[in-house]
Each structure stands twice: as C-alpha cells, then as structure tokens.
C-alpha cells in the first residue's frame, strides 16, 4: 500500500497513549530498544510501525518478569525475537 502507515487503532486507547510517548524516548536513550529499533529500520520497516513495535517490547518485557516470577535482568538476552 502506498501512503503513511498508521498505528493500529485496534486495543485500548488509553494504553496505546500512555506508551507512546516513553517509547519514543526508549528509542532515542534505552540502548537495547535502540539497538532493537534500528534493527527493525534496517529490515525496512516503517517509522510508525518502529514505534509500535518498541511500544510493544516493555509490555513484552514486564509480562515476562510476572509470568516468570524472576527479578529483571537487563543482561538477559533480548535476540529470540526477529519481528515484533
């Protein structure tokens, strides 16, 4: 499709508005969202979609830490996802 991409409006709202922005600062200063959104930029995927995608990791990160009952480690490697 031609055009800009757009995040999906699809989910809660109120959650989409309150990662948007620590996400936007995630990319610029957390070295590893950084890293994972440069990789995504290389692999050719669109800016917004960038965004979503490292909205996305944190909540991925932090389910992981409650399901798992361990502390966070940052040292933990983050390579077994290749998409989003």
């Known amino acids: 499709m031609r055009g800009r991409s757009v995040i999906s409006r699809a989910g809660h709202a ?3 508005s309150a990662l948007y922005m620590p996400a ?12 994972f ?14 965004i979503a995608a490292a909205m996305h990791k944190p ?3 932090v389910y ?6 361990t502390a966070f480690d940052a040292n933990y490697s983050l390579d077994f996802q290749d998409g989003i």
């Open 59 to 61: 909540v991925r990160i």
């Open 24 to 35: 936007m600062v995630a990319l610029r200063y957390n070295p590893r969202i950084k890293a």
């Open 37 to 50: 959104g440069e990789q995504l930029r290389a692999q050719g995927m669109p800016p917004k979609a960038v």
């Open 64 to 69: 992981g830490v409650l399901k798992s009952g």
């Open 14 to 16: 109120a959650v989409r």
